[in-house]
T-cell receptor, first 116, second 113 residues
Framework: EPEVTQTPSHQVTQMGQEVILRCVPI?????FYWYRQILGQKVEFLVS????????KSEIFDDQFSVERPDGSNFTLKIRSTKLEDSAMYFC??????????????FGAGSRLTVL | DAKTTQPTSMDCAEGRAANLPCNHS???????VYWYRQIHSQGPQYIIH???NNETNEMASLIITEDRKSSTLILPHATLRDTAVYYC??????????????FGAGTRLAVHP
């Protein structure tokens, strides 16, 4: 079964450092998303991406965050200057175009970011 | 998108059916009901979705009431590996493909021996 692949599985970084989290969505999918989950809290929407541009972003997704699809397969989330409160699991998700309208999202296993 | 209400937690004995309820009394006619689960800190896993009719797949069954104001996810023979947080999400169907899902707190299901 097709999977969404995320790397790294765990990254430890110092506060103020830049971090790039990588995702390889399912190959024929067109819509891409980043979510995050702080330990013990809900899964929160960060940003969605379609047709090489951001389609929607949450208030969490401030100027410290950026997303990019540098080639035909990767989808990246960059945090420019990490803060302690950025410590969380980050999940990438994707979906294709289902003309029934259901548009089921497939999530990756996540990248755990620890900011010290 | 319609708001959903789920119990905070539930228990189930291994081998028995787990019935997880979800209330979505403000659902509109073009909104799907989706169920996802999250095992420990893994990525959310799609289980099933439905619009009006009851649905069944290899993982679960989804029973939607006739008025569509509530639904029940049924895991017919729960195993220890089904211990997870289960999310019921209601979302408007878009033929264009975009489908941002908003997760609530879900129901924490504990399956015990």
């Amino acid at each position: 079964e097709p999977e969404v692949t995320q790397t790294p599985s765990h990254q430890v970084t110092q506060m103020g450092q830049e971090v790039i989290l990588r995702c390889v969505p399912i190959s024929n999918h067109l819509y891409f998303y980043w979510y995050r989950q702080i330990l013990g809290q809900k899964v929160e929407f960060l940003v969605s991406f379609y047709n090489n541009e951001i389609s929607e972003k949450s208030e969490i997704f401030d100027d410290q965050f950026s997303v990019e699809r540098p080639d035909g397969s990767n989808f990246t989330l960059k945090i420019r200057s990490t803060k302690l409160e950025d410590s969380a699991m980050y999940f990438c998700a994707s979906n294709g175009q289902d003309y029934s309208g259901a548009n089921v999202l497939t999530f990756g296993a996540g990248s755990r970011l620890t900011v010290l | 998108d319609a708001k959903t209400t789920q119990p905070t937690s539930m228990d189930c004995a291994e081998g028995r059916a787990a019935n997880l309820p979800c209330n979505h009394s403000t659902i509109s006619g073009n909104e799907y009901v989706y169920w996802y689960r999250q095992i420990h800190s893994q990525g959310p896993q799609y289980i099933i979705h439905g619009l009006k009719n009851n649905e069944t797949n290899e993982m679960a069954s989804l029973i939607i009431t006739e008025d569509r104001k509530s639904s029940t996810l049924i895991l017919p023979h729960a195993t220890l590996r089904d211990t997870a947080v289960y999310y019921c999400i209601v979302r408007v169907a878009f033929s264009g493909g975009y489908n941002k899902l908003i997760f609530g707190a879900g129901t924490r299901l504990a399956v015990h021996p």
